[in-house]
């Protein structure tokens, strides 16, 4: 059973910096490895969208242009956990944040799974 554990939201004044933890426990078989570990965040009344993301193998990045230049995705492979280092939060950054994992075969096949969510909110 796969299990993802997310840390660091909370509340912070508008230029001010999070970072966010996803430590990911667990196997689904021998077959499958961990591709890709991403971030979405999803605000009230809007649809969940992709912050950024980073492969596993490759370590090709990819962010939402709203957070190019704030934000930035690492991950620790030997630990099964992808961070998220929020720098210049805006008050539209305010929203709850998801970690996503990946799983592939050697297929192609995949399987994804998902944080409980952490709250981030940005006021003054």
């Known amino acids: 059973q796969v299990q993802l554990v997310e840390s660091g939201g909370g509340s912070v004044q508008p230029g001010g910096s999070l970072r966010l933890s996803c430590a990911v426990s667990?196997?689904?078989?021998?077959?499958?490895?961990?591709?890709?570990m991403a971030w979405y965040r999803q605000a009230p009344g809007n649809q969940r969208e992709l912050v950024a993301g980073?492969?596993?193998?490759?370590?090709?990045?990819n962010y939402a242009d709203s957070v190019k230049g704030r934000f930035t995705i690492s991950r620790d492979n030997a630990k099964n956990t992808v961070y998220l280092q929020m720098n210049s939060l805006k008050p539209e950054d305010t929203a709850v944040y998801y970690c996503?994992?990946?799983?592939?075969?050697?297929?192609?096949?995949?399987?994804?799974?998902w944080g409980q969510g952490t709250q981030v909110t940005v006021s003054s």
């Open positions: 996503n994992v990946e799983y592939r075969s050697r297929l192609g096949t995949s399987y994804n799974y």
């Open positions: 980073i492969t596993t193998t490759g370590g090709t990045l």
């Open positions: 667990g196997s689904i078989s021998n077959n499958y490895a961990i591709y890709r």
